[in-house]
């Protein structure tokens, strides 16, 4: 296969309303951006590391970890509500811009799904790079609840059924092994071609294949109990 390259990119803004400073918390000892930066280098697919952020500690606490971190992120892109589409770009444009870098791969990493390795990374490449008809891959597993017995709640206090099964007239009374299955999309890992951003000025694309992770390897960090449970996780992992 002709040489690619693949930038993996590590999007880690300074606020956090779930856990004040989150990306840098400490987690044994170490910040829990970290483990994601680890987790990119032990990652034989990625060329390029960069991590897009607006706060110089984070910077500079990349940096000490051998991420590149070649500028600061400006301020309008790292709100609560700034969605990933314009943050990509703008670390795209940039690199282009101050260099003539152009990825043909992208990988999407969250510091906050911290137990990630190189191998996941290596696989969610490949399984894009098989499939070239595809625009991008999302890592998914299964719900935790399944959404077919989800509802809906109208203004006058009535539910609704969330989502219907065509010739099953309750799902929601069905037991969870005759629903269809369904998975959900979990931040682990995100891998998307140059051409779907620019072309079709998505993340995603209309072509999508999940990239299945095994529910028990995976914790989204979302509040002081998760970084608690991602402790358990891998204080057991180092053994006694």
Same mark, same amino acid.
């Given at each position: 296969?002709?040489?690619?390259?693949?930038? =993996?990119?590590?999007?880690?803004?300074?606020?956090?309303?779930?856990?004040?400073?989150?990306?840098?918390?400490?987690?044994?000892?170490?910040?829990? &951006?970290?483990?994601?930066?680890?987790?990119?280098?032990?990652?034989?697919? &990625?060329?390029?590391?960069?991590?897009?952020?607006?706060?110089?500690?984070?910077?500079? &606490?990349?940096? =000490? @970890?051998?991420?590149?971190?070649? @500028?600061? /992120?400006?301020?309008?892109?790292?709100?609560?509500?700034?969605?990933?589409?314009?943050?990509?770009?703008?670390?795209?444009?940039?690199?282009?811009?101050?260099?003539?870098?152009?990825?043909?791969? &992208?990988?999407?990493?969250?510091?906050?799904?911290?137990?990630?390795? =190189?191998?996941?990374?290596?696989?969610?490449?490949?399984?894009?790079?098989?499939?070239?008809?595809?625009?991008?891959?999302?890592?998914?597993?299964?719900?935790?609840?399944?959404?077919?017995?989800?509802? /809906?709640?109208?203004?006058?206090?009535?539910?609704?059924?969330?989502?219907?099964?065509?010739?099953?007239?309750?799902? @929601?009374?069905?037991?969870?092994?005759?629903?269809?299955?369904?998975?959900?999309?979990?931040?682990?890992?995100?891998? @998307?071609?140059?051409?779907?951003?620019?072309?079709q000025h998505s993340l995603t694309g209309a072509k999508v294949l999940g990239y299945v992770i095994d529910e028990a390897q995976h914790v989204d960090i979302d509040s002081i109990h998760d970084i608690r449970v991602l402790e358990l996780i891998l204080r057991?992992?180092?053994?006694?």
């Amino acid at each position: 296969m002709p040489h690619q390259e693949v930038l =993996g990119l590590v999007l880690a803004r300074a606020g956090s309303k779930s856990v004040p400073r989150k990306n840098v918390h400490l987690v044994l000892g170490k910040p829990l &951006i970290a483990y994601t930066i680890e987790s990119a280098h032990a990652a034989r697919s &990625i060329t390029r590391l960069v991590v897009t952020t607006d706060d110089p500690e984070i910077a500079a &606490i990349a940096r =000490g @970890f051998d991420a590149e971190v070649p @500028f600061l /992120r400006p301020a309008e892109l790292a709100q609560d509500e700034t969605p990933d589409y314009p943050v990509v770009r703008h670390a795209m444009d940039w690199l282009e811009a101050n260099g003539g870098y152009r990825p043909e791969l &992208i990988v999407q990493l969250r510091p906050t799904s911290p137990l990630r390795t =190189g191998r996941h990374i290596d696989e969610a490449v490949a399984l894009l790079r098989a499939r070239p008809d595809a625009d991008s891959v999302r890592g998914v597993c299964r719900p935790q609840q399944n959404p077919h017995k989800m509802w /809906r709640m109208a203004s006058d206090g009535l539910l609704h059924p969330l989502l219907t099964v065509p010739g099953v007239p309750e799902p @929601f009374n069905s037991p969870r092994q005759t629903l269809p299955a369904v998975w959900w999309q979990n931040g682990y890992i995100d891998v @998307f071609w140059r051409r779907t951003v620019l072309t079709q000025h998505s993340l995603t694309g209309a072509k999508v294949l999940g990239y299945v992770i095994d529910e028990a390897q995976h914790v989204d960090i979302d509040s002081i109990h998760d970084i608690r449970v991602l402790e358990l996780i891998l204080r057991k992992r180092q053994g006694p």
